[in-house]
């Protein structure tokens, strides 16, 4: 018997969360057993106050998950082994603020967090364009945490930095957990009561990456930018834009990343020609080239350019052609590696692989869960191409597996590229529930405050683009 209540009261209730653990003391108190839930609150915060190394445990975890785990960069979807040093390659950024009295002024990446120590500015929100460096400025900023002697003084302040993607809240009680699961060794030996009290004590910052990316069925997400959980803690969201409408009062200071200038553009492919130890010449000369001067002042469209100025010669001049061209190089590289050749490729492994980013992208995500993993045979080939990470264990208790698109936008060129492929019903379809999917009826008038128009923006260039030759198509699209 001992043993049973030792187990519940050791095992089973940790897991299960404070409000679990708080249910059980009332339940106590109310079948008249006041005594015992006083006696095992006292045991439980002495337990905490006397553990004095758990603080400086948990801050060496976190700083070596984070050292270990940020210090490259994943670009290349094909290469997903061979990262760009963060250290070498980074580009710092500069954020312009579009909230408050100092609304339009421009800070660098570190300033964002300078006026959150006087008590003010304590939810931050940070939102960018797709691929514009927001995942990149968070993993910066968590690995500049992890190195204390490099770091600036305004990072440094924090006691404890958490860094989660908005996804790794989903299913979740409490942040603890959340820290638990994604963060933390499973045999750390931290217990959760003991993380709740650390985050609540201690100068946190919490920093929730691609609000965008999971925002539905996510009650902790909106709970932390509402202020009902962790309420004086420092909290730093991104997302893209359009995506948070109507949370926008709950952050007191609002930023956007600004797209790369000349300078930073010219620093961007030295750096990249330095890491990879070849001449920065024909990059330099790249950015002078009129008809890629748009796409120059987006650090990926730049980074896959540089790459694609290392195989071949010639210029992309539009987004699409530019993604076209990539996808090409990976069908190639695919085609070589499978031993197939590129129309099989195409046929058997890419179409799937389309309609796997179409469906994601309609849930919002850019996963493919395992469930749906198992309606195509060939999925572990369809994974070889290169725009699926091998698969992601989310949770450490649930053991859910799920494969990951290696960038959203990625995802977007491929749904383009499935609806590029409808046939013309199914496609206008398509834009018709589109356009209407978000609008509310109010007294028989449609409104369009949720529009979804705008979140679809980049899907749309790239139909465009893909569809560039059939201009009566174009027009009936455009005109719906
Ligand atoms: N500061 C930077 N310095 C150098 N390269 C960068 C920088 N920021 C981003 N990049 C490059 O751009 C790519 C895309 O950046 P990132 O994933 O951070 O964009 P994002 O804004 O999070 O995009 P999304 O909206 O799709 O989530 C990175 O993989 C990296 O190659
Ligand atoms: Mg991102």
């Known amino acids: 018997m001992a043993a049973a209540v030792l187990y519940f009261l050791t095992e089973l209730l940790p897991k299960r969360g404070s409000k679990d653990f708080d249910l059980f003391l009332m339940a106590l108190?109310?079948?008249?057993?006041?005594?015992?839930?006083?006696?095992?609150?006292?045991?439980?915060?002495?337990?905490?106050?006397?553990?004095?190394?758990?603080?400086?445990?948990?801050?060496?975890?976190?700083?070596?998950?984070?050292?270990?785990?940020?210090?490259?960069?994943?670009?290349?979807?094909?290469?997903?082994?061979?990262?760009?040093?963060?250290?070498?390659?980074?580009?710092?950024?500069?954020?312009?603020?579009?909230?408050?009295?100092?609304?339009?002024?421009?800070?660098?990446?570190?300033?964002?967090l300078a006026s959150v120590g006087e008590g003010r500015n304590k939810r931050i929100l940070v939102e960018g364009q797709p691929a514009q460096g927001k995942s990149t400025l968070c993993q910066a900023l968590a690995f500049a945490w992890s190195q204390p002697d490099e770091a600036t003084e305004n990072i440094k302040s924090f006691d404890l930095l958490i860094l989660l993607h908005a996804g790794d809240l989903r299913g979740q009680d409490s942040v603890g957990e959340a820290i638990k699961t994604h963060l933390l060794p499973i045999d750390c030996g931290i217990p959760l009561r003991q993380l709740e009290k650390l985050l609540q004590e201690k100068n946190v910052l919490l920093i929730i990456d691609a609000f965008d990316e999971a925002s539905t069925e996510n009650e902790m997400l909106h709970q932390l930018i509402e202020g009902k959980r962790l309420k004086h803690k420092t909290l730093l969201v991104t997302s893209r834009p359009n995506f948070l409408e109507n949370k926008q009062q709950h952050f007191e200071s609002r930023f956007t990343v600004e797209g790369y200038n000349k300078e930073e553009q010219l620093e961007h492919v030295k750096r990249y020609a330095e890491h990879q130890r070849i001449d920065p010449k024909p990059f330099i000369s790249m950015l002078k080239e009129e008809s890629i001067i748009d796409l120059c002042s987006n650090p990926l469209n730049l980074t896959l350019l540089c790459l694609l100025r290392e195989e071949d010669t010639q210029l992309m001049i539009t987004r699409t052609a530019l993604y076209t061209s990539i996808h090409r190089i990976i069908k190639q590289k695919a085609a070589k590696r499978l031993k197939l050749i590129e129309a099989e490729v195409e046929e058997s492994l890419l179409r799937p692989l389309y309609q796997f980013a179409f469906e994601a992208h309609q849930k919002n995500e850019t996963v493919v869960r395992e469930k749906d993993s198992k309606k195509v045979k060939n999925f572990q080939r369809i994974c070889q191409v290169g725009y699926l990470t091998n698969e992601v264990i989310i949770s450490r208790l649930q053991k859910e597996v799920r494969f990951q698109f290696t960038h959203k936008t990625f995802v977007e060129f491929l749904t383009a590229k499935h609806i590029a492929e409808m046939d013309r019903e199914e496609r206008l379809n398509w834009m018709q529930h589109l356009r209407y999917a978000n609008c509310q009826i109010w007294n028989g008038l449609a409104t369009h405050d949720d529009f979804n128009v705008k979140q679809n923006e980049p899907i749309l260039g790239f139909i465009f683009g893909l569809l560039e030759e059939e201009s009566a198509e174009l027009a009936e699209i455009a005109s719906l």
């Open 29 to 112: 108190c109310e079948s008249e057993q006041r005594h015992v839930a006083e006696r095992l609150n006292k045991w439980l915060s002495d337990d905490c106050s006397e553990d004095a190394g758990t603080f400086e445990r948990l801050q060496h975890e976190l700083r070596t998950h984070y050292n270990d785990k940020l210090q490259f960069v994943y670009t290349m979807p094909w290469l997903p082994t061979e990262g760009f040093s963060l250290k070498e390659t980074f580009v710092q950024r500069r954020l312009r603020l579009t909230s408050g009295g100092r609304k339009g002024n421009e800070v660098k990446m570190d300033e964002i």
